[in-house]
């Protein structure tokens, strides 16, 4: 299967993967785990969260009992004796990618111990299929059925309510709502599943269901696609029939419904809408409540979108959460989202919605355990992107909301920190261990730019690497001569490259940089002595070449563009770069001022391929061609050689070599045969060992590989919504 990069913000081409028809697929039994003979011990670099957590759902039934989920990277259930999240989905592998987004889960209120999720990243035709997970015992173990359709956990409406959802007449009964194939039904507890009939047809580019929700006997269902004049909320009291729910709202500002909560005191159902399904795009919005009983409607929005802020600019949003309090009949709590202006809050209410309180207002934030939420500012935001939203139904004053970055948790509606211990979910870029310095890892990610770990097991007391603040890292370069000194690129507000005389600890922009820099930053790379900075811009434009520590530029006219700069680890005045167009090595001798065409011929046509060379010696490079091999080449890339120990590799990397051998250790993505896994070798690749697992796989991880070159063993995993994921042997 081809993967690329799976962003978390935007979609990339992928494998052409053929839409099965429905009837779906029977279900089928997830195997055992079964540990790694080598016995190696995994766990995350702390981050703290540092993604879209899109829904966390309360157990109704048993204290301290909690699910989370997130667009790319799988699912955990809160353990409340440790006060941390567990994450249940580590086992999907390489060719599961696609389901590492969640795209609902479920519980039962009458069984405790029964779990469901439904599974699957992306609709486009290169994605697979999503799947539903089922467990009897909190997600330690699962039975999985392939479906027949595709699911969307990272596309738009990805922060909806749960789409997934147990009859409350009937355990053995589930409901799952899709975005393009209508509703689907299972009457065997999610082993097999059949579309049903429903009053709206779904569309192609559209959101089809929603959200569902349980209304005493009763299921509720949104509806994505409509026009804001057509019904778009449904129900049924027999598990046969639906109908439109009467007298709904309508107009822009009730076009899609968000999300849903029923107070079982006042028999009350709570909806958010706003006109698009969110996160970003949504500019109006409103909150409803149905007395069910009645069928009466009224609007209680605490505050209409549409007004103008302080500054003159417009404060348009629209509201996301929503959660009642299982204690207190008409106590609710309800989220804006995409409120840039005045920054997102959450308004609760104890009287039904006449009157609000915006707890933002009055927030305490203390985010000492995740500095990096203060994104290089003073102090955090309360936060956007909010649309999960949780209440304990244990606790009243116990109220979570996901952002686009953390969860954040109170316990007095005042002091709120991130409840987000055990969720990673970085999309990691780049990684480098340092041979000295206080670090043991430097790790660029998208969305959240260079960490600088000095602890593996906390969150960088630094936070996210400032000055200049980076969205998405793009490169990262470590002079190896000078490992004190290191680069960094990415897509920032105030410049797009900055330099490290401490490590990475602190940082100072470039002085200038080229034109394109600012529109298609790309990997950049010094040389071993820190005498040149390389730096590359994507296939339509030319690198460029700074000896003044990026105070002025020059134009490489012979650098293949698109290609990541390599530097020679001993040399400085040798550079290399493959150019993945074409399946050519260049080479430069003079410090990257020109470069020269050497091997030809190898595999082309993926920006994937990678070039790495090793530690400690000149002209040693290792290239990565995916599905066509391993590569080395021990004379500057004049030749390369196939290494037929692997049958594919995808990112390759080095650490400190084993007692008694003369090679650094290399650690690899790839397959010897036809298992994709981390692997290790301590003889230059002549023979490997797998060091992960079947219950540590993390989806996809072709991103980026390093070993530690102080403590052998060690090895670093970049994964795609994961974080950074190391090994070490038990």
């Known amino acids: 299967m081809r993967t690329l990069h799976i962003s978390r913000r935007a979609v990339l081409a992928g494998t052409a993967v053929a839409a099965a028809s429905l009837p779906l697929g029977q279900g089928r039994a997830q195997a055992a785990a079964t540990p790694a003979k080598s016995g190696y011990r995994w766990r995350n670099v702390v981050q703290g969260g540092t993604g879209f957590i899109t829904g966390v759902l309360f157990h109704p039934s048993v204290r301290g009992l909690a699910y989370l989920r997130t667009d790319i990277g799988g699912a955990y259930r809160w353990d409340d004796r440790d006060d941390r999240w567990i994450p249940l989905t580590d086992h999907l592998g390489w060719d599961d990618w696609n389901l590492l987004g969640v795209e609902a889960m479920a519980v039962d209120p009458a069984h405790p111990n029964r779990v469901y999720l439904s599974l699957g990243a992306y609709t486009q035709s290169w994605a697979g299929n999503g799947a539903v997970l089922r467990s009897d015992d909190r997600g330690a173990t699962w039975k999985r059925t392939d479906l027949g359709v595709k699911l969307g956990a990272n596309e738009d409406g990805r922060g909806c309510g749960e789409r997934l959802l147990v009859d409350p007449r009937d355990s053995d009964t589930l409901w799952l709502g899709t975005r393009h194939d209508g509703l689907l039904k299972s009457t065997d507890r999610g082993a097999t599943w059949q579309a049903v009939n429903f009053p709206a047809a779904p569309s192609v580019t559209g959101q089809g269901v929603t959200l569902l929700v349980a209304v005493g006997r009763s299921v509720y269902a949104g509806w994505g696609d409509s026009d804001g004049t057509s019904a778009n909320l449904y129900r049924t009291s027999d598990g046969a029939t639906w109908e439109a729910v009467p007298g709904q709202p309508t107009g822009t500002a009730a076009k899609v419904p968000i999300r849903a909560a029923y107070d079982r005191h006042t028999r009350e159902l709570y909806v958010t809408y706003a006109n698009a399904p969110g996160p970003n795009g949504q500019s109006d919005g409103s909150v409803h409540k149905l007395r069910t009983t009645s069928g009466k409607w009224t609007e209680v929005t605490p505050v ?34 995409n409120r840039w202006s005045l920054v997102d809050t959450l308004y609760r209410t104890t009287d039904g919605g006449r009157t609000w309180t915006s707890l933002k207002d009055r927030a305490v934030l203390d985010v000492s355990e995740t500095p990096y939420l203060k994104w290089g500012a003073d102090k955090p935001k309360f936060g956007w992107w909010i649309q999960a939203v949780g209440l304990d139904p244990f606790d009243s004053r116990h109220v979570v909301y996901g952002t686009g970055a953390t969860l954040y948790g109170t316990r007095d509606l005042k002091h709120f920190a991130p409840q987000i211990r055990g969720v990673e979910e970085a999309s990691v870029r780049q990684l480098i261990s340092p041979p000295t310095g206080r670090a043991h890892l430097l790790s660029g990610s998208g969305d959240i730019g260079v960490m600088y770990h000095q602890r593996l097991t906390a969150s960088p007391s630094r936070g996210m690497a400032s000055n200049p603040v980076f969205g998405t890292s793009t490169g990262l370069s470590l002079a190896t001569a000078e490992p004190s000194y290191v680069v960094r690129a990415g897509w920032g507000d105030h410049g797009n490259g900055a330099f490290s005389n401490d490590g990475g600890e602190t940082w100072t922009p470039f002085k200038t940089q080229p034109d394109p820099a600012g529109s298609a930053p790309g990997p950049i790379a010094t040389n071993a002595d820190a005498s040149v900075l390389l730096w590359s811009f994507g296939t339509a434009n030319p690198a460029h070449r700074s000896i003044d520590n990026g105070a002025t530029w020059t134009e490489i006219p012979t650098f293949p563009k698109g290609a990541a700069p390599v530097a020679d680890p001993l040399d400085p005045t040798r550079c290399y770069a ?3 167009t ?12 020109t470069f020269t065409a050497r091997a030809t011929g190898l595999s082309s046509g993926d920006t994937e391929f990678q070039l790495v060379a090793a530690p400690g010696r000149t002209g040693d490079l290792w290239l990565s061609l995916k599905s066509n091999g391993l590569y080395r080449s021990t004379d500057g890339g004049a030749t390369f050689t196939k290494v037929s120990s692997c049958h594919a590799s995808h990112t390759l990397g080095f650490g400190k070599a084993a007692r008694g051998a003369s090679y650094p250790a290399l650690y690899m993505v790839g397959a010897t045969d036809t298992i994709t896994a981390v692997y290790r070798s301590d003889d230059e690749a002549k023979t490997w060992t797998r060091i992960n697992d079947d219950r540590h796989q993390w989806g996809w991880t072709g991103a980026a590989v390093t070993g530690d070159p102080r403590v052998y063993g060690r090895v670093y995993v970049a994964t795609n919504g994961r974080g950074v994921q190391y090994g070490e042997p038990a």
């Open 582 to 593: 074409t399946g050519t090595l260049f080479a430069s001798t003079d410090s990257g001022q």
């Open 578 to 580: 493959f150019d993945t």
């Open 304 to 337: 209409k979108p549409g007004g103008t802020t302080a500054d003159g600019s417009a404060d348009s949003f629209g509201y996301g959460g929503v959660a009642v309090d299982a204690r207190r009949p008409g106590t609710l709590v309800v989220s804006t989202n």
